[in-house]
């Protein structure tokens, strides 16, 4: 039946149900999750513990706002966990060994995220290596063996108390500083996204990089900001953890880099490029934050909290292959 259109289109929303699902299924989830977990235990719905869920997600979400930027570009950022971890090893020898001023010590720390990002960029287009999938595997073997060396793998503790403000601060008492600072840091991402000409080619070269490039984008250029920032934001995630823990030890973000891609599948970005929002990748880390919680609350093992996680993420991804599937109509 050649001209008619199969899959209809909802009369209100005007979307197929495909379109419906990828547009809001992460929020769907996350809305379902909360209830399912209010009913199960009863101190899961209390303000207290949804400001330990949002202090829970600081880290991870800031993390995912990084890495949504190589995964638009169909590329991914292996290194965001090892390059937190070198960043705030470089503000502890700054701010404690030699008592610089705590904003020479931050600014120390987010340097040393953008540089690292700076490389992995410059690997990917200079060197031209197949993929980034490579060039960020590289860089977190880097990053993680400077952060053993830089204090003989040990930690340091004793930051001034404005760095630890960042992950230990409240404002009005209650609302954690890090999630303000993770919201305001949504707020200049999705603007950059989507209200500038960069941001736009971002969308365009994670579509198709060779139609990007011949259209006169400079996407060796663009590949290259994009991975900055995402080293950027690790750098700023750094500052969350040092505030929390008093600490900065070599180890530190080991695997945060699976949660935070998590986060963006989750969140509705595709691993193929080209589609994916800052309140998507936001959702997506709540979604996990959630989860922990509810599942700790609940008396479930970590095992099994993992196994759980896996599961969630295994859907997400499944309904990525699902929406890249041309409709047979």
Same mark, same amino acid.
């Given at each position: 039946m050649?001209?008619?259109?199969?899959?209809?289109?909802?009369?209100?929303?005007g979307?197929?149900k495909?379109e419906?699902?990828?547009?809001f299924?992460?929020?769907?989830g996350l809305?379902?999750?909360?209830?399912?977990?209010?009913?199960?235990?009863?101190q899961?719905?209390?303000?207290?513990?949804?400001m330990?869920?949002?202090?829970?997600?600081?880290i991870?979400?800031?993390?995912?706002?990084g890495?949504?930027?190589?995964?638009?570009?169909a590329?991914i950022?292996?290194?965001i966990?090892?390059?937190?971890?070198?960043?705030?090893?470089?503000?502890?020898v700054v701010?404690?060994?030699?008592g610089?001023?705590?904003?020479?010590g931050?600014?120390v720390?987010l340097?040393?995220?953008?540089?690292?990002?700076?490389?992995?960029g410059?690997?990917?287009?200079?060197?031209?290596?197949?993929?980034?999938?490579?060039?960020?595997?590289?860089?977190?073997?880097?990053a993680?063996?400077?952060?053993?060396?830089?204090t003989?793998?040990a930690?340091?503790?004793?930051f001034?108390?404005?760095?630890?403000?960042?992950?230990?601060?409240?404002?009005? /008492? $209650? %609302?954690?500083?890090?999630? =303000?600072?993770? !919201?305001?840091m #949504? &707020? *200049?991402?999705?603007?950059?996204?989507?209200?500038?000409?960069?941001?736009?080619?971002?969308?365009?070269?994670g579509?198709?990089k060779?139609?990007?490039?011949l259209?006169?984008?400079?996407?060796?250029?663009?590949?290259?900001?994009?991975?900055?920032l995402s080293?950027l934001?690790?750098?700023?995630?750094?500052?969350?953890?040092v505030?929390?823990?008093?600490?900065a030890?070599?180890?530190?973000?080991?695997?945060?880099?699976?949660?935070?891609i998590?986060?963006?599948?989750?969140?509705g970005?595709?691993?193929?490029?080209?589609? /994916? $929002? %800052?309140w998507?990748?936001? =959702?997506?880390? !709540?979604i996990? #934050? &959630? *989860?922990?919680?509810?599942l700790?609350?609940?008396?479930?093992?970590?095992d099994?909290?993992?196994?759980?996680?896996?599961?969630?993420?295994?859907a997400?991804?499944?309904?990525?292959?699902?929406?890249?599937?041309?409709?047979?109509?």
């Amino acid at each position: 039946m050649s001209g008619i259109v199969l899959e209809k289109k909802n009369a209100s929303t005007g979307m197929t149900k495909k379109e419906f699902i990828s547009k809001f299924g992460s929020l769907l989830g996350l809305v379902l999750l909360v209830i399912t977990l209010s009913l199960l235990n009863a101190q899961f719905f209390t303000v207290n513990n949804f400001m330990n869920i949002a202090n829970q997600t600081s880290i991870n979400a800031l993390l995912a706002l990084g890495v949504l930027l190589p995964i638009l570009t169909a590329g991914i950022d292996l290194s965001i966990g090892a390059i937190l971890a070198i960043s705030i090893m470089m503000m502890g020898v700054v701010t404690v060994n030699f008592g610089a001023n705590p904003f020479v010590g931050i600014l120390v720390c987010l340097v040393t995220g953008a540089f690292f990002g700076l490389v992995n960029g410059l690997l990917l287009t200079k060197l031209r290596l197949p993929h980034p999938f490579i060039s960020t595997l590289g860089t977190m073997n880097i990053a993680r063996g400077l952060a053993l060396i830089v204090t003989g793998a040990a930690p340091i503790a004793g930051f001034p108390v404005f760095i630890q403000y960042f992950g230990s601060g409240n404002i009005a /008492g $209650t %609302v954690p500083f890090s999630f =303000i600072l993770v !919201l305001i840091m #949504a &707020v *200049l991402i999705h603007i950059f996204l989507n209200r500038t000409m960069t941001g736009r080619y971002i969308y365009a070269i994670g579509g198709n990089k060779e139609a990007a490039r011949l259209s006169g984008i400079n996407v060796n250029k663009v590949l290259v900001l994009v991975y900055v920032l995402s080293g950027l934001m690790a750098g700023l995630a750094g500052l969350v953890m040092v505030g929390r823990v008093n600490s900065a030890f070599p180890l530190a973000g080991m695997g945060y880099e699976l949660d935070a891609i998590a986060a963006v599948i989750i969140g509705g970005a595709s691993l193929f490029g080209g589609v /994916g $929002t %800052v309140w998507g990748t936001l =959702i997506g880390a !709540l979604i996990i #934050a &959630v *989860l922990r919680n509810g599942l700790n609350l609940i008396g479930v093992p970590a095992d099994l909290q993992l196994a759980f996680i896996g599961f969630v993420i295994i859907a997400a991804v499944y309904v990525d292959v699902l929406r890249q599937k041309p409709n047979k109509n």
